[in-house]
């Protein structure tokens, strides 16, 4: 690199060495994170505009400074991310008006396309993921047995089924499933693809009953074993296999439950070592503290809520526009606000709620059923039961005792609106003798019916983020 500088300051024009300087700092600038590693991304790229300028037709500075473009994109996780990916897409562009045939150049454009939707909601997504689909495809058709490629065309597929439901769903994660498996036979040693076909079982244990989805979630976990033994700090795997303990952990109880917890917060702590700055694994890790503080009073729960807060507003740092944290980060605030009275609460619970409009805005569904429960607790009875009504479209509407345990749905819980939401049967009334026409009346009157016993505190609806990303 030093012998390169040299040359280019006796030379500042000389294509080869600009070419092979910008070589070096992307390749550089891929061992290193945040800022000095975007710091040499934007040397990088200099390197390659200054070849441009000296040959305007040169494909290789065209294909170098796009490549840098997608880095970039993919070390951000803001808006400035899209204007990356989309100048790299132009660069691409050029490079094919210069050499039409130019290898690799399907598959770049399709990576930048994939990650734009991975950043994207709404119905952009979908056109995203189409055309991210047919440059995956022509990479197959130059090159079929492309593993890359068919690992990529296989997330398009995952995350189409993410956006579908039912049969629909299901047909776009087989064939998502197919792709990772065809990865797998040219290269089975592929940590990717290994950890791809786990978000499969991940996805799949999501709309299932406890039984199947027990079992689904232990083949996610053998997944994520099998691609750590190949990659030890393979990111993705970490946060599959942490995932999925933790979505194990709600199907049981006791010891063996805080076991699995356990477990999954070893993993947590090991990939922020791996990657401090990585938002879905402070994420997660929030999550997992913010359970052990529900399970906790006092001073001990007020710790733990501080450190999951701490966490999630790490996360949004990096990812102001992450649904999930933002739930999760209003959740906390909302568990806060239990311990404080009057006033006190005002200002934590007005803090929740702006967290989930935001998380509702970017993610529709994302943040419903903490906005019910933080419309009960402000005694909103017509604002809680439409917010619970969202979570119902969306699917996302909690097991009916979770809902009936929920201490802050006690304000709803006589309703009748709220006992059909949980489908609870209604016990009969008791009746006077029907010796006159009012009593009869009476007795039908919602007025009349029978409160629902209170319950003991519910069992924890957090989550932590779905399938990892490529950032």
């Not at 990088?44 to 200054?50: G, I, T, V």
């Not at 906390?332 to 929740?352: C, D, M, V, Y």
């Not at 059923?369 to 419309?375: C, G, K, P, T, V």
Request: charged letters at 30%; one cysteine or more; aromatic letters at 6%.
């Amino acid at each position: 690199a030093e012998k390169l500088q040299i040359a280019l300051q006796a030379f500042p024009d000389r294509i080869e060495a600009l070419l092979a300087m910008g070589q070096a700092l992307l390749v550089y600038a891929r061992s290193k994170t945040g800022e000095e590693g975007g710091r040499m991304l934007a040397l990088s790229a200099e390197k390659f505009e200054n070849a441009v300028r000296v040959d305007p037709n040169l494909a290789e500075a065209y294909m170098g400074w796009a490549d840098v473009l997608l880095e970039r994109g993919q070390s951000k996780s803001d808006h400035k991310a899209d204007d990356f990916f989309y100048e790299a897409i132009d660069k691409f562009k050029k490079v094919l008006e210069i050499q039409p045939n130019a290898a690799l150049i399907p598959f770049r454009w399709g990576m930048c396309l994939l990650s734009l939707a991975e950043r994207k909601t709404g119905e952009a997504v979908s056109q995203l993921l189409n055309d991210a689909a047919e440059k995956f495809q022509a990479t197959l058709n130059q090159d079929p047995k492309n593993y890359d490629a068919l690992n990529k065309l296989g997330d398009v597929y995952f995350n189409l089924g993410q956006s579908k439901k039912g049969l629909e769903a299901e047909a776009l994660l087989s064939k998502a499933s197919e792709k990772y498996k065809e990865a797998l036979k040219i290269n089975p040693k592929n940590a990717e693809a290994l950890t791809n076909c786990g978000s499969i079982f991940f996805q799949m244990a999501q709309a299932k009953k406890s039984g199947e989805a027990e079992s689904l979630l232990r083949q996610t976990i053998q997944q994520g074993k099998q691609a750590l033994e190949i990659q030890p700090d393979f990111l993705d795997a970490m946060m599959l296999c942490g995932n999925s303990l933790f979505q194990l952990a709600r199907l049981k109880s006791g010891s063996e439950s805080e076991d699995l917890i356990q477990k999954a917060e070893k993993i947590y702590q090991k990939a922020l070592k791996v990657q401090p700055n990585d938002y879905r694994a402070l994420t997660n890790w929030g999550a997992i503290v913010l359970k052990k503080a529900k399970g906790l009073a006092g001073e001990q729960a007020e710790k733990l809520l501080t450190q999951a807060a701490n966490s999630f507003q790490e996360a949004l740092e990096i990812k102001e526009e992450f649904a999930e944290a933002l739930n999760l980060m209003a959740d906390t605030l909302i568990e806060q606000a239990k311990s404080k009275r009057g006033i006190n609460a005002h200002p934590l619970l007005a803090e929740a709620k702006g967290k989930l409009q935001k998380a509702e805005e970017l993610q529709p569904g994302v943040g419903a059923f903490n906005m019910a429960r933080l419309m009960a607790q402000l005694a909103n009875e017509s604002s809680c039961r439409e917010w619970l009504g969202k979570c119902r479209d969306h699917g996302t509407l909690p097991d009916p005792k979770e809902l009936i345990n929920d201490i802050l749905f006690q304000s709803v819980r006589d309703s009748k609106w709220f006992k059909t939401m949980v489908s609870l049967p209604e016990e009969p009334e008791k009746t006077e003798p029907q010796s006159a026409p009012q009593d009869q009346e009476k007795a039908q009157s919602p007025a009349g019916e029978k409160a629902v016993p209170a319950a003991p505190p519910k069992k924890d609806q957090e989550k932590p983020a779905k399938k990892p990303k490529k950032d």
